[in-house]
């Protein structure tokens, strides 16, 4: 074997010993990560469907007695809950469909799960935020029916209103967080696919 030949081998040794230890340890990260969130949707699902269905009865029980009674402030608390039971049960449609764990495929195939993992969370965000629309909203409407007809509520509605925004900026950082994360992956996937593409 030549010495050019040689070089060459020793070039395609270091360049292998170096990529096989990186690929590696991004396979047992994105595993990890996969079965972190499998176990998250699980809990989410368990979590989430009855508070749903509760939800849902709840928010058409109150918004009955509300009309039943002309007491419109609980009429307007009873749509807003339901409201938000079904913009939970979307949220929960968009989970249901990613609970499958797929942490024992090619590393391709995972980064290509944790992506779409990643957008359905983005969405799901989305939802959450719809859902503090729609508290706020009704919960104000809710305020003025009730200083109108009845008595001013005990609890200022700006409580309410700093509660909700607390939790939309945590939303927030969270959904920065993850489309960093998808910027990754993406990444790392589109190395992936430029090696299977070289000769």
Request: aromatic share 6%; charged share 20%; net charge positive.
């Amino acid at each position: 074997m030549s010495r050019d030949a040689d070089a060459t081998v020793d070039e395609l040794g270091v360049l292998w010993c170096a990529k096989v230890p990186q690929i590696a340890v991004t396979t047992d990260r994105v595993r990890r990560r996969l079965r972190r969130e499998s176990l998250f949707i699980m809990v989410a699902l368990c979590i989430g469907i009855p508070a749903c269905i509760a939800g849902l009865a709840l928010g058409v029980r109150t918004a009955w007695i509300g009309w039943a009674t002309g007491t419109w402030n609980f009429f307007t608390r009873g749509v807003a809950i339901a409201a938000i039971a079904g913009v939970l049960a979307a949220a929960l449609r968009m989970l249901w469909s990613m609970r499958v764990d797929r942490a024992s495929e090619p590393l391709p195939v995972m980064i290509d799960v944790a992506i779409a993992r990643g957008q359905r969370a983005l969405t799901v965000i989305r939802y959450a935020y719809v859902s503090a629309i729609i508290a706020v909203a009704l919960g104000l409407v809710g305020s003025v029916l009730r200083m109108r007809f009845s008595n001013a509520p005990r609890i200022s509605p700006i409580l309410d209103v700093a509660i909700v925004a607390a939790a939309c900026i945590g939303l927030y950082l969270y959904s920065r967080a993850v489309m960093r994360n998808l910027t990754k992956l993406r990444h790392i996937r589109k190395s992936l696919t430029v090696e299977g593409d070289d000769p």
